[in-house]
């Protein structure tokens, strides 16, 4: 028996009397595939956004869509009202010192930057935080360090945590204050509790929303509540050392 080049047992030694290849041929190899094309290189284009030369789709710099001519979405405005919540007071205080303000301070931060603590400032005492509490009228249980707003660039959204303050940081009127180290992503309209009656209402907005932008960080407007008939409002005292609200029926720290 001859053996063949593929491996056959042939009866026949000058032909394989199965698949008829010469007997003491080389084997036969199955022709090698052909290479794949090379890919064409895209073209580098200015992007119509900011200029820097794009090679894919999007903008490295600036996320525009150079494809779908769509420039990227507009970041959006977080701004903080600052108000005052009878509610709170009651849960935190309910009588006694310190008592709610006949007229209560109004502010309006905007967030900006990677980060944003929020506290109370002592008259006459260096600002060491962004988001500062200077007027007379300021709430005297917020901490210094009360809570600390952070920015996610990937999400472009904010999120608050408490920073170790003495009464907490609440949100939404919930049972109890933000944990240690827990983390809240704002939305609109949330409402930020501190302090004995300090309330911060979220406002997120984007420049397709049209809407009117923010005052002046640290604009102070005093908004009166209404007083009894005959009553004239009583001033705000200068607030001393910060002072923990206690909860009602205990006695302040």
Not at 96 to 115: I, K, N, S, W, Y
Not at 145 to 160: L, R
Not at 163 to 177: C, E, K, L, M, Q
Request: some cysteine; charged content about 15%; proline content about 14%.
């Amino acid at each position: 028996m001859a053996l063949c080049p593929n491996g056959h047992q042939s009866a026949t030694d000058d032909y394989c009397d199965q698949c008829g290849a010469i007997i003491g041929a080389t084997p036969t190899q199955p022709p090698a595939p052909p290479a794949p094309p090379e890919p064409e290189a895209k073209a580098e284009v200015p992007c119509p956004g900011c200029g820097a030369m794009v090679e894919g789709r999007f903008c490295e710099s600036c996320g525009y869509d150079v494809e779908a001519g769509v420039p990227p979405a507009a970041p959006a405005t977080v701004t903080l009202e600052l108000g005052a919540d009878r509610g709170h007071w009651e849960r935190m205080v309910g009588s006694g010192e310190p008592a709610f303000p006949a007229v209560p301070a109004v502010q309006t931060f905007e967030l900006a930057g990677d980060r944003a603590m929020l506290g109370r400032v002592r008259s006459g005492a260096p600002v060491d935080v962004e988001l500062a509490l200077v007027s007379t009228a300021a709430d005297p249980a917020v901490s210094h360090h009360q809570c600390e707003f952070t920015h996610d660039p990937a999400t472009g959204t904010w999120s608050v945590r408490d920073a170790g303050s003495a009464n907490g940081t609440w949100i939404n009127g919930g049972d109890a204050p933000l944990a240690e180290g827990e983390n809240h992503l704002l939305a609109d309209g949330d409402r930020i509790l501190v302090g004995a009656w300090t309330c911060l209402t979220v406002r997120v907005a984007t420049a397709a929303a049209g809407g009117p932008g923010p005052a002046a960080a640290g604009a102070e407007v005093p908004v009166p509540d209404p007083a009894p008939d005959g009553e004239a409002p009583a001033p705000a005292a200068e607030p001393a050392a910060e002072a923990p609200a206690a909860p009602p029926g205990e006695p302040a720290p």
